[in-house]
């Protein structure tokens, strides 16, 4: 079986390591756990490993957060991987930093990344792990705190959750959804 793990992201020095790039974080995570490098193709950085007889395909997307889902639906599509196969790691402004929360499905909550792939897929249902990152911003702020580095003790729960997160898409590739979710959301 084939999987996708979409770390959602954008590209640059400028939002590297950003509560926004969080999906981007973990993926590199496990990629530096799996002692993979990724290449950069169409659309997205990529990289392939096994796991427990699944061939998992990692990208991280070089269109920008707000066209997400152009190269999800591309590798999608190149792959021949049906979008139940597909998990998007994304931050959410709801919960608190770290937390983390596995979905089949939901709305994008105003996340640019997920409104742009719903529009590509043209619904709302498919995988997505949701990082928190907290919403500890002034009112009007959301662009600078999204694009905003963690501070330091939010990056100590982000990095101390990441190998929850990582267990979380390797279960999903072997064990499935519903029992990912069943065991690990908090």
């Known amino acids: 079986m084939k999987y996708l793990i ?11 390591e ?12 496990l990629a530096e756990k799996k002692e993979l490098t990724f290449k950069v193709d169409r659309l997205a950085s990529v990289a392939e490993f096994k796991h427990k007889g699944r061939s998992i395909t990692l990208i991280k997307p070089t269109t920008y957060m707000n ?24 931050d959410d402004l709801a919960l608190p930093v770290g937390k ?6 939901g709305s994008s909550a105003g996340h640019n990344g997920l409104k742009n792939i719903e529009e590509i ?6 995988p997505r792990l949701k990082v928190g990152i907290g919403s500890d911003f002034p009112k009007g702020r959301q ?44």
Not at 18 to 29: P, S
Not at 67 to 90: C, D, F, H, R
Request: glycine share 8%.
């Open 6 to 16: 979409v770390g959602l992201g954008n590209i640059g020095p400028e939002y590297h």
């Open 143 to 186: 662009v600078d705190y999204v694009l905003g580095k963690f501070l330091i003790d939010e990056r100590i729960e982000i990095d101390l959750k990441t190998e929850k997160a990582i267990d979380m898409i390797l279960s999903f590739c072997t064990q499935g959804i519903t029992p990912t979710m069943n065991f690990y959301n908090e």
């Open 100 to 105: 983390l929360r596995l979905k089949a499905q």
């Open 18 to 29: 950003t509560r926004h790039n969080v999906g981007f974080m973990i993926l590199d995570k």
């Open 121 to 126: 897929l043209g619904n709302n249902v498919y």
């Open 67 to 90: 066209l997400s889902g152009k190269a999800l639906n591309y590798w999608m599509s190149q792959l021949k991987i049906p979008i139940e196969n597909v998990l998007t790691i994304v």
